[in-house]
């Protein structure tokens, strides 16, 4: 019998490598996922601390309060902007890496399909191979038994 050849085995190594990428960039989109929301959360820690000093008692001081707590502000929301984006780039890393995981998983399963389908045309083909030799003996012995 003829060994077993997985004919798209080349597919397969292609979109595994492609999985693994797309894998690998999931994993760098995550991580700067995870960095802007520690940024985030450090700018609204900031904007808490700026918003609830209430020490000024002049005109000038309060206006320079009221300053700080809108350039906190501004940070803030830029840091939330920051951290959408990155959600955003997460979410199409993510995507991305289902595709080729799927891709992966259907050549998985036709490979697996196919080996069942060889090891059946196998043991079919040593049933045949073992009725002949049985029938070979039998007509033999039969000839051999006749001739005596």
């Known amino acids: 019998m003829k060994r077993y050849h997985f004919r798209l ?10 999985q693994e990428v797309a894998r690998n960039a999931l994993a760098v989109a995550n991580a700067a ?29 309060l206006s320079a309060e009221r300053n700080d707590a809108e350039l906190a502000l501004e940070r803030l929301r830029a ?12 979410a199409i890393a993510q995507v991305t890496w289902l595709a080729a995981h799927q891709k992966v998983a259907a050549l998985e399963r036709l490979e697996q399909r196919q080996r069942e389908e060889h090891a059946l ?20 012995d039969k000839a051999s038994g006749s001739a005596r």
């Open 121 to 140: 045309a196998t043991s079919r083909e040593e049933a045949a191979l073992l009725d002949d030799l049985s029938t070979a003996r039998y007509l033999a």
């Open 9 to 18: 085995a080349a597919v397969a190594r292609l979109r595994r490598a492609e």
């Open 33 to 61: 996922l995870r960095a802007r929301l520690v940024e985030r959360d450090a700018e609204v820690e900031r904007y808490r601390t700026v918003a609830n000093q209430h020490s000024a008692t002049t005109p000038a001081g």
């Open 79 to 90: 840091a939330e902007q920051r951290v959408a984006e990155a959600a955003s780039t997460a």
